[in-house]
Structures are given as C-alpha cells and as structure tokens.
C-alpha cells in the first residue's frame, strides 16, 4: 500500500533565504547565495510536486528568518493537531509565532511542546509502521519522545543520530510505502539501526556517499520520489518497486543544509 499522506504540503517562498548563521557543518557565511536561482529551484520543486498530484499551500516568508523556507521543521501536524517545533538555535526561535499563526488561521488546533524541551518537527520525526521514528542529539532533545507520546497518543521509537552532516532524521530515513523505505544506517547509532532493521521490511539501504548526496531528504507522493539528485544505483532500485523518480536539484538550499523534504511540510499526516 502506497502512503496515506502526502497529498497536501506547505511552502515558504526563498524571498528572504541565506546563509546568514552557521548552524551545522553544511553552513558557511562566506558562500554566497543566488537568491535568483533559488527562486527558480523553489519554483520548479512546487511545480514538480503539484505534477505529482499534491496541493501546495504557501507560507509567507518574512525578513530575517532566512530559514522560514525550510516548512519541514516547523512542527508536526497530526490530523488537525499541530505541534510547534522548539528550536535549539536562537536564529530559528522567531520562526515558531510565525509558524504557529498560520496553522491556527488554518483550523488547526496548536499544541504545544513544554520549555524545557527542543524538537524540530517533521525534519526530525516521521510516521512509519504505526509509530513515529523520531532523531535526536543535534536539533532534538531525547526527552521531547516521551513527551510527544503522550501527545499524540502513539509509541515513539528513539534513533540517535550520530553524523553531524545528517543533523536531522529527514536526512537519514525516507518513508515510501507501508513497507519500504530509504534508510542511511550510517547516521544512527547501533540501537537505532536495530529499531529500524525490526520495523522495515523493505529498506533501500544507502552507503555513505549516497546519504551525502541527500537523496533520503525526498518528497514521496504516490508513486513519485522526488529527490535533489538520484544516484544510479538508488534509481535502479527505485524503478524496479514500481516508483517514478523525478530529481529536482536545490543546489542553492543545500548551501544552508537543506534538501526537497526540507522545503515541504505534508499537511495530511495523521499518526493516531
């Protein structure tokens, strides 16, 4: 069975995006970025993922959030429940009001997490098998699982994230299809390998130099996997279980550590 989510995604246009900070090792200041073609890579991504048979709503970007484009980590969306991240850097904190006010002007029914406890919403927790798999160490504290348990009423399965380069659970683990994924062991620590060995069937396993390419970092919907670049070898896997993959390069948001997955957030997930 194909996913059940994914049919419905939110955006934030690159007006005010940039490496303005450096807040993991993929950030550097003094690499410029091209504000015009990050435009055109943010256009031609929501065109790819409308193509595929999803509806993309928009977030207004705002001045001096540079990193509001990345949707993905604003919260997480459970039915008409949304759960604020709370970001561990103080560059990303003023995102959250944003963020907030404009699932509440959408119906949603905010949530959200205590103090005393950081998490980065979708890019560190996705829904697979009846649970959510959920990263912590670099942007999301281990006690946010617990706490998101209770929540959201559903078991939480913890992965330590151990590789810097993939500070964020998006970037290691891609959910496909109720049996598959796309999994890169070499971001988790040995117990986390096994919480996924038990709960995937299927996987897609990536070596290093394909989880570095952020191909895990993709927007799934239906059938279509769309990544920022495919290595042949995931390709050829990808075709022969019956999937389209259609590659969108963002050439300019990975400058700031950020891949397809990044720049969407899926509005019709429902976990419980």
Known sequence: MRLDWGRRYLMCPPEHFGVLYEINPWMHREVPVDLDRARDEWERLRATVESAGAHVEV???????PDLVFTANAGLVEGDRFV??????PQRQPEVAHD????????????????????????DALP????????YRFRSDAASHTVLSKLLGLPVRSLELVDPRLYHLDLTFCPLDDRRAIVAPSGWDAYGRQVVEALVPEPLVLDDDEALSFCANSVVVGTTVI???????VG????????EVVESPVDEFLKAGGG???LT????VRLA
């Open 59 to 65: 977030l207004d970007p705002r001045p001096g959030l």
């Open 84 to 89: 604020p991240s709370r970001f561990r850097h």
């Open 100 to 123: 907030a006010a404009w699932f509440s002007s959408h119906g949603f029914v905010i949530t959200p997490l205590p103090e005393d406890v950081h998490h980065e919403g979708a890019g």
């Open 128 to 135: 697979f098998g009846g649970v959510l798999l959920s990263g």
């Open 227 to 233: 990544m920022p670049v495919c290595p042949a070898r």
């Open 236 to 243: 050829r896997l990808l075709e022969g279980w019956g999937f």
């Open 260 to 262: 397809c997955r990044c």
């Open 265 to 268: 957030l899926a509005l019709d």
